[in-house]
């Protein structure tokens, strides 16, 4: 018999009850949705609608229950539907007919909608860890590599040069703003449905606040049937970890690229990369392709739960079952995701060299060349037009700029003096970039000191 029987005169249809059942999923939620069922529990005690006594044996028992699925002694049943009616089941099973009484005042529909943010709280803090973990590696290699020259690029073009710490500092600053947006995301997450029932709340007097309190809320919803039906916490993680999946996508496709044998500016770890079953001198980053691929499951449980969402009537509505698996992949794929991205940075050695080789080919230092004119009172779209003339002269016969002499210099304009060619050395053209948020060895050690301290902040 259903839990829910009373009304029907017919069982479920074996292919409704398989097709409508969320247990084969939702069982990942049996701690939450004890926890959750334990403090409605002395709640209902607390104010008198269920005995001391009877409020402690529910609460033992369901102690009792998580311990056994922990331990993995519970077998749930397709028939009981969720993890809710599961529990609830067990519990009746165990304790008789005071079990029966747990469910007064409360719904699944705000039962699940807790069950989620518990969820979700735990994974976000966790997230947030694993982001943490690999913004320290990477202020560690650019610690480590604050004068390692290397090209930076516009359209994948060389355009001026930089050093690696400039370039991993940058998606350190991405990192930190998605660590940010879970951190501020959870302060919506973290409110306690409890209390809105099934879509109007109960005739019971209920002490909400103890409830949120017990669970850790920082406060309850005001809105029985906004409590039952927003998902928009879950929305709001997914669309963080879109966006920090989309910024562990580029960090991937550059370091697919930089490990190709045309670049070689990096070699990944053995233990970070694969071979293939029919070349044998193959070396694969594997790795970093199936991050950049997994992104693409991430936007698409993002976007499955924005459309289940987009047409519903208030307030719940069987559709919202499907927000589940989505928000577990989205945890999943994200949190392993940051895992080995953070193993493979750790793990990949730096070709210095031929990195700073890069960065001089090209005429990376053109900029430099037309600034040099500028500084000296050209106006900088001569000097711009000037120095294009010398780099076409240079590239027609294969020279640098720093291979011309002063006398062919000079051709081109009187403006130019000896001192063109200290400006024009690539070391010197990032030693100059000293602007806020500029390559600048100095000026970069000093953002990883800041980063370093919005870290620890965001993690406080
Ligand atoms: N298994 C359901 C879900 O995941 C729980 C809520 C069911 N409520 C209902 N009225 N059928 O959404």
Not at 141 to 154: C, F, N, R, S
Not at 322 to 338: G, I, P, Y
Not at 441 to 457: C, D, F, G, W, Y
């Amino acid at each position: 018999m259903k839990l829910w029987g009373g009304r029907f005169e017919k069982t479920t249809d074996a292919l409704v009850e398989d097709f409508h059942s969320s247990i084969s999923f939702d069982q990942r939620l049996y701690k939450q949705d004890i926890e959750g069922s334990i403090a409605h529990a002395r709640m209902l005690g607390k104010i008198g609608v269920l005995e001391p006594e009877e409020a402690d044996t529910i609460i033992q028992a369901l102690g009792e229950i998580l311990a056994d699925i922990r331990a993995g002694k519970v077998e749930f049943e397709i028939g009981a539907e969720d993890i809710h009616m599961n529990v609830e089941k067990i519990l009746t099973e165990r304790v008789g007919a005071v079990g029966k009484k747990l469910h007064t005042a409360r719904s699944r529909n705000d039962q699940v909608a807790l069950d989620l943010r518990l969820f979700l709280r735990e994974e976000t803090d966790r997230t947030q860890e694993l982001l943490a973990a690999l913004i320290h590696t990477l202020l560690k290699a650019a610690e480590d590599h604050l004068e390692t020259w290397m090209p930076g690029y516009t359209h994948l073009q060389k355009a001026q040069p930089i050093t690696l710490a400039h370039h991993l500092m940058a998606y350190v600053q991405m990192f930190l703003r998605d660590l940010e947006r879970l951190k501020d995301g959870r302060k919506r997450l973290n409110m306690s449905p409890l209390g809105s029932g099934a879509l109007a709340g109960t005739t019971f007097h209920l002490d909400r606040e103890m409830v949120a309190k017990e669970l850790g809320f920082d406060g309850i919803t005001l809105n029985s049937l906004d409590g039952v039906s927003d998902r928009d916490f879950a929305l709001e993680f997914m669309a963080a970890a879109s966006i920090a999946m989309m910024h562990l996508s580029r960090l991937c496709e550059e370091l697919v690229l930089w490990s190709s044998g045309e670049f070689q500016f990096v070699i990944m770890d053995d233990g970070y990369a694969t071979g293939s079953s029919i070349m044998p001198q193959k070396k694969n980053p594997d790795v970093a392709e199936l991050v950049r691929g997994k992104t693409g499951r991430v936007y698409g449980d993002l976007m499955a739960l924005l459309t289940v969402m987009k047409g519903l009537p208030l307030a719940y509505n069987k559709d919202m079952q499907e927000d589940k698996e989505r928000v577990f992949d989205a945890v999943d794929t994200l949190q392993k995701s940051l895992l080995v991205v953070e193993g493979m940075l750790r793990t990949m050695r730096v070709n210095k060299d031929v990195m700073a080789q890069g960065a001089k080919g090209g005429f990376t230092n053109a900029t430099d060349l037309a600034d040099y004119l500028a500084k000296k009172g050209v106006p900088f779209r001569e000097a711009h037009e000037i120095i294009g003339r010398i780099v076409l002269h240079c590239s027609k016969r294969g020279l640098g700029l720093e291979e011309m002499t002063l006398t062919e210099y000079r051709g081109f304009s009187p403006v130019f003096a000896d001192d063109l060619f200290a400006e024009i050395k690539i070391e010197q053209c990032v030693r100059a970039r000293k602007v806020v948020g500029g390559p600048a060895p100095e000026v970069v050690a000093q953002v990883i000191a800041q980063s370093r301290e919005k870290l620890n902040a965001l993690l406080e």
